[in-house]
C-alpha cells in the first residue's frame, strides 16, 4: 500500500508523455499538410423555433430611364469626351495586340506538369 501512490504517479507521467508526444506529431503532421482541413465535430442537434412571419416590406420605387433618355441628360462636352476615350481606348488595343503577336513568337515553351514536379522537388518538406 505503501507503494501504491509513487507508482500511479509514475504511470500518470508516463501516460501524459505518451500523450503530448501524440499531440505533437499531430501538429507536425499538420504542417506539412495544410492543404486537408481539420475535421470538424457535427453541431449538436437545436431544436427549432417558429417565428411568426414578418409582414411583407414595400418595394422600393423603381425608376426606369431607359439609356437612351440618359445619354441625352449630360452636356455635349461630357459626350465628346466619352467618345475620345473610346476612340483611344480602341488604339491602345490595337496596339497591344500587335505587341503581344511579336512576342509570342519568341516565347519560350511552358510546361505546367514538369513546373509542378520541379516544385515539389525543390518544396520537399524535410524529415
Do not use: W
Amino acid at each position: 500500500m505503501e507503494n501504491f501512490l509513487p507508482a500511479l504517479l509514475i504511470i500518470g507521467g508516463v501516460i501524459y508523455k505518451i500523450y503530448s508526444e501524440f499531440q505533437k506529431e499531430q501538429e507536425k503532421a499538420r504542417r506539412r499538410q495544410p492543404h486537408i482541413p481539420v475535421p470538424v465535430p457535427p453541431p449538436a442537434p437545436q431544436t427549432k423555433t417558429v417565428a411568426a412571419p414578418l409582414p411583407p416590406k414595400p418595394a422600393p420605387p423603381v425608376i426606369a430611364k431607359r439609356k437612351e433618355e440618359r445619354v441625352n441628360d449630360y452636356p455635349e462636352e461630357v459626350q465628346q469626351i466619352r467618345e475620345k476615350r473610346k476612340a483611344e481606348k480602341k488604339t491602345k488595343t490595337g496596339s497591344v495586340q500587335i505587341q503581344l503577336e511579336e512576342t509570342e513568337s519568341n516565347a519560350t515553351v511552358f510546361d505546367l506538369r514538369q513546373a509542378v514536379i520541379q516544385s515539389a522537388i525543390l518544396h520537399r518538406p524535410h524529415a
